[in-house]
């Protein structure tokens, strides 16, 4: 199956510093990629449709100046939490499908964030 | 609004037997059903999708069964394995003409014993 890769896998940091995740189709070209994000014991929840040379689309009640995404090439996709802080400790999983693959997205393994 | 809910948020089978997870959602308009599996602190794996003009598609162990008169959907594994054991996600899929999203369920933890 296709490989999505993300990186870091895990990130501590102190609250209001900024976090870079970066994502990664490694076998294909994804002109969109997707961001969720997961709490503990609950679904995942999507945050933003990154698409290629254009903007973000942000699902409702996510702050689209606080999750900065940048999707510059047909394989990078990048997430950035600006001035983090507790509540924004999450696991965030990154996803894309690559073409002719239809209905199935495939995921990387995440990024726990923690934010002291 | 929870449009794709798993009621269950645990299940516990015999290795061996068949696991029956279930599935339920309220949007008419989902055009695919996705059954991914997950271990903590991994990404979602995918394991088989129906489309929403079927009842039934079949992948060795895995078969997902949808009735769609009841927006409902089931995932049967037969015969459940050790390895079997993690988190299931159900997931529904809107084509919008521009995007394509999914909507995930809460999940249900299936645990295989010996």
């Known amino acids: 199956g296709a490989v999505v890769s993300q990186h870091p896998s895990w990130v501590i940091c102190k609250s209001g510093t900024s976090v870079k995740i970066e994502c990664r189709s490694l076998d294909f070209q994804a002109t969109t990629m997707f961001w969720y994000r997961q709490f503990p014991k609950q679904s995942l929840m999507l945050m933003a449709t990154s698409n290629e040379g254009s903007k973000a689309t942000y699902e409702q009640g996510v702050e689209k100046d606080k999750f900065l995404i940048n999707h510059a090439s047909l394989t990078l996709s990048t997430l950035t939490v600006t001035s983090a802080h507790p509540e924004d400790s999450s696991f965030y999983i990154c996803?894309?499908?690559?073409?002719?693959?239809?209905?199935?997205?495939?995921f990387g393994s995440g990024t726990q964030l923690s934010v002291l | 609004d929870q449009q794709v809910k798993q009621n269950s948020p645990s299940l516990s089978v015999q290795e061996g037997r068949i696991s029956i997870l279930n599935c339920d959602y309220t949007n008419s308009m989902f055009d695919y059903f996705l059954w991914y599996k997950k271990y903590p602190a991994e990404g979602p794996t995918f394991l088989i999708s129906i489309s929403s003009i079927k009842d039934k598609n079949e992948d060795g162990r895995f078969t997902v069964f949808l009735n769609k008169s009841a927006k409902h959907l089931s995932l049967h594994i037969v015969p459940s394995q050790p390895g079997d054991s993690a988190v299931y996600f159900c997931?529904?899929?809107?084509?919008?003409?521009?995007?394509?999203?999914?909507?995930f369920g809460t999940g249900t933890r299936l645990q295989v014993t010996l």
């Open positions: 996803s894309a499908s690559p073409p002719g693959s239809g209905e199935k997205l495939f």
């Open positions: 997931a529904a899929r809107i084509y919008t003409g521009t995007a394509s999203k999914l909507t």
